[in-house]
T-cell receptor, first 112, second 113 residues
Framework: NAGVTQTPKFQVLKTGQSMTLQCAQDMNHNSMYWYRQDPGMGLRLIYYSASEGTTDKGEVPNGYNVSRLNKREFSLRLESAAPSQTSVYFC???????????FGQGTRLTVV | AQSVAQPEDQVNVAEGNPLTVKCTYSVSGNPYLFWYVQYPNRGLQFLLKYITGDNLVKGSYGFEAEFNKSQTSFHLKKPSALVSDSALYFCAVRDAGTDKLIFGTGTRLQVFP
């Protein structure tokens, strides 16, 4: 989606490896989110950030860390990847409270 | 705690027939409600939202949804389904007092010719 860029698009990790998923926006929105999507589980919120410098846990934060160093970027880090973290990860952002969310195209992560 | 329930994993409907995809929610404050659609190997696309006002909201591609406060529901509807409507549909709720946006588990809509 225009305005929300996720990198990488695909990644294969070995168990125990670390990696950072990047999300950048040029829409000047305050709130940014990380979700994971698994079959039958829908989208589950991992972490979110209401503004630069703030982060909050979502529904499934264990095994992840996030960083919101500036308004444009919100990164998701897996310190020691596990097979249970195999999923599709989506970054999203929100402007004012009554606007809809805009989503990135997703990162397909496989942990072997 | 905020939550969203989509009780049907899959909805099957014949082309030309009306469709309904169900959603119920729970929030502590006033709800902001959304429907999104996902086509295979794609991200999520916004369909419609309820913030305040008229309980019947109209969105993209001929979809509409009805907000029912007493039943805490926000069902997605379309008068006449198309085969191209076949996709995965997600309901989401945002508590007006927070920035937390929670999604349901999704409902796969299959429209048969």
């Amino acid at each position: 989606n225009a305005g929300v860029t996720q990198t990488p698009k695909f990644q294969v990790l070995k168990t125990g490896q670390s990696m950072t998923l990047q999300c950048a926006q040029d829409m000047n929105h305050n709130s940014m989110y990380w979700y994971r999507q698994d079959p039958g589980m829908g989208l589950r919120l991992i972490y979110y950030s209401a503004s630069e410098g703030t982060t909050d846990k979502g529904e499934v934060p264990n095994g992840y860390n996030v960083s919101r160093l500036n308004k444009r970027e919100f990164s998701l880090r897996l310190e020691s990847a596990a097979p249970s973290q195999t999923s599709v990860y989506f970054c999203a952002l929100l402007g004012t409270p009554n606007t809809e969310a805009f989503f990135g195209q997703g990162t397909r992560l496989t942990v072997v | 705690a905020q939550s969203v329930a989509q009780p049907e994993d899959q909805v099957n409907v014949a082309e030309g027939n009306p469709l309904t995809v169900k959603c119920t929610y729970s929030v502590s404050g006033n709800p902001y409600l959304f429907w999104y659609v996902q086509y295979p190997n794609r991200g999520l696309q916004f369909l419609l939202k309820y913030i305040t006002g008229d309980n019947l909201v109209k969105g993209s591609y001929g979809f509409e949804a009805e907000f029912n406060k007493s039943q805490t529901s926000f069902h997605l509807k379309k008068p006449s389904a198309l085969v191209s409507d076949s996709a995965l549909y997600f309901c989401a709720v945002r508590d007006a007092g927070t920035d937390k946006l929670i999604f349901g588990t999704g409902t796969r809509l299959q429209v048969f010719p």
